[in-house]
């Protein structure tokens, strides 16, 4: 089945630490996307890729770094900078339409 | 500064009532999504309208679209409480087809 993955579902991080967030699609999409949700709000987005090796930042980048690597994966990495990063993470990719297919998300709480 | 409005923001309905869903957007476009949400899942596409006038149908859920007045309608029809989810509508302003504006959502909550 065609699709796309994050892992893990749940991710706890510490004063300090960098936490990695994977997601992988299998839809032969160009574009993919990260979006942050926060309780009772819309989605922001953090940083899209149209292409491997490219990426531009969205309109919350600060604390977040990404890489794309491979067309199948677009990892998101939460830094150390990112002092509120407690939120619901969703990995997104596009189709020729733009239509967005979102990934199940990953739930990141700050100890 | 670009705007995606819905209203309502929640919704309490009665099964078996019709009502309607408003996403208001401040720039020109003719891509506009809806989206569902359940609560702690994902977003699932709904509908996407690609040009004015489009209109989808699925279920008891129907969406329109009028880009000359920037407006979308989600429109339910006699609702049932399965239907009960938060609804984003969600435009595309860029011409090359990248990142999506979403509206905050409307949560709509259907009870017998």
């Known amino acids: 089945d065609g699709g796309i993955t994050q892992s893990p579902k749940y991710l706890f991080r510490k004063e300090g630490q960098n936490v990695t967030l994977s997601c992988e699609q299998n839809l032969n999409h160009d574009a993919m996307y990260w979006y942050r949700q926060d309780p009772g709000q819309g989605l922001r987005l953090i940083y899209y890729s149209q292409i491997v090796n490219d990426f531009q930042k969205g309109d919350i980048a600060e604390g977040y770094s990404v890489s794309r690597e491979k067309k199948e994966s677009f990892p998101l990495t939460v830094t150390s900078a990112q002092k509120n990063p407690t939120a619901f993470y969703l990995c997104a990719s596009s189709n020729f339409y733009n239509e967005q297919f979102f990934g199940p998300g990953t739930r990141l709480t700050v100890l | ?112």
């Open chain 2, 1 to 112: 500064e670009l705007k995606v409005e819905q209203n309502p923001l929640f919704l309490s309905m009665q099964e078996g009532k019709n009502y309607t869903i408003y996403c208001n957007y401040s720039t020109t476009s003719d891509r506009l999504y809806w989206y569902r949400q359940d609560p702690g899942k994902s977003l699932e596409s709904l509908f996407v309208l690609l040009s004015n006038g489009a209109v989808k149908q699925e279920g008891r859920l129907m969406a329109s679209l009028d880009t000359k007045a920037r407006l979308s309608t989600l429109h339910i029809t006699a609702a049932v409480h399965d239907l009960s989810a938060t609804y984003f509508c969600a435009v595309d302003i860029s011409q090359a087809g990248t990142a999506l504006i979403f509206g905050k959502g409307t949560t709509l909550s259907v009870s017998s």
